[in-house]
């Protein structure tokens, strides 16, 4: 009789202690402010509530957070000291694989500058990260001004929200940087890529190689549409305008870069980390200098009635393969870049740069190729190999700026 005394009054302490934090989390729940967050975080959701003199911190301020982002992945939220930089900021990450949630410091792009703070720093409380129904939410309660760390106000603050692309702690999927404030609730995205340098960035480029580059092989291809050997002057000043806007483009992204970098952090120009394509870029540069240079300095064609050199004949097999190379090159580079470009810009999402760019880029090889074909069907009168590469020759030798070249029948780049 005693034993079901005390296993009911046990029941019914158990019920009570169940109703009273449940009451307590809808108590918190209705006090949270809930806000839509923009550009790349679109389509996620902060919630949160300010805590004065939290019992539970000691009488300290806190803050109780809970973020949502419509995707199953490591989900993270970050406290700037107002730059809405990710290099010197901290953040809380949730780590759904493991069930983690912990606080970071980030002194550094790459995973090695991405750390967890010491063990006595992670002093967060109610931290959770779960998935369901495609969605993974993170909720937590921090302190809102810890010894050695960033405060967070209880006013304006700028914050920085991300997201992978899957539960395994790597590179972003997306991520943006937002001022909010705590007691209007009201955000504002803050902009902190250098958006004037990375667009001319890419108009150069798509120059480059989505108009010049195409012209200028296909000024070469279709030759015999030109008179007394004008297709070389073309070809050669095409090339020199694919050389000089790719250097342009080189130039604008190693600024747009540098002016992103925090003081006394490393650009990382080159890296080939998250993504190949600042590595492909160098890579792509050095070879296009090579290239032109080595169409300026060709080794001469024979005389009419000569047999070509063997180095005359490695150039040529050499210069188609590395031109035709750079171009295909390119155009990955201007497709990974247009995504990359409208991952960072959310609002240029809306514009199919992708489509614009290949429209271009299929208009003008349709053309070449249609005139190629054109060319074959009509009678040449029987020129010969001989005969194209006496009228290279005398092209080469009008143009002064060749010093002495005997010409050349192959695209420069």
């Known amino acids: 009789m005693i034993f079901k005394f005390v296993f009911a009054r046990s029941i019914l302490a158990s019920s009570a202690v169940c109703v009273v934090s449940a009451l307590a989390f809808v108590a918190v729940a209705q006090d949270l402010t809930t806000i839509q967050l923009r550009g790349q975080l679109s389509e996620t959701i902060l919630e949160y509530a300010v805590n004065r003199a939290d019992d539970r911190a000691g009488g300290q301020d806190t803050v109780t957070m809970s973020y949502s982002v419509p995707q199953e992945a490591w989900i993270s939220i970050g406290f700037t000291n ?56 993170m909720t937590f309660t921090k302190i809102l001004n810890e010894t050695g760390e960033i405060p967070i106000s209880i006013g304006a603050n700028t914050f920085i929200g991300a997201y992978g692309m899957g539960n395994l702690f790597f590179y972003h999927q997306k991520r943006d940087s937002f001022d909010i404030d705590l007691v209007a609730g009201e955000i504002e995205v803050l902009e902190t890529r250098n958006r004037s340098l990375w667009k001319a960035h890419g108009w150069c480029a798509a120059l480059a190689w989505g108009i010049f580059s195409p012209l200028a092989i296909g000024v070469a291809i279709l ?27 080189f130039v604008f992204a190693v600024s747009a870069i540098r002016s992103e970098t925090p003081s006394g952090g490393t650009p990382n120009h080159f890296s080939s980390s998250p993504s190949p394509h600042r590595f492909v870029g160098l890579v792509l540069v050095l070879f296009v200098l090579f290239q032109t240079a080595s169409g300026k300095y060709r080794p001469s064609n024979p005389a009419k009635g000569e047999e070509k050199s063997l180095t005359r ?87 002064s700026k060749d010093t002495g070249d005997k010409g050349s029948s192959e695209p420069e780049i």
Request: aromatic share 10%; net charge negative; charged share 20%.
């Open 313 to 399: 004949r490695s150039w040529e097999v050499l210069h188609r393969v590395l031109g035709l190379s750079l171009l295909a090159t390119s155009w990955y580079q201007i497709e990974s870049g247009i995504r990359i470009y409208q991952n960072l810009f959310a609002d240029s999402a809306s514009t199919n740069l992708s489509g614009i760019f290949w429209g271009l880029v299929g208009t003008i090889s349709a053309v070449i190729i249609v005139g190629f074909f054109i060319t074959k069907t009509v009678d040449k009168g029987g020129d010969s190999e001989e005969e194209e590469e006496e009228e290279e020759n005398n092209a080469s030798s009008e143009n």
């Open 82 to 137: 107002g730059n809405g930089v990710m290099v010197g900021a901290e953040a809380v990450v949730g780590l759904p694989g493991s069930g983690e949630v912990k606080k970071y410091s980030l002194s550094s792009y790459d995973n090695s500058g991405v750390l967890p703070m010491p063990e006595e720093q992670q002093t967060l409380m109610d931290a959770t990260v779960f998935q369901e129904d495609g969605i993974t939410t």
């Open 223 to 249: 030759r015999y549409w030109f008179p007394n050997g004008l297709w070389l002057k073309i070809h050669q000043y095409l090339n020199y305008a694919v050389g000089m806007t790719t250097i342009l483009a």
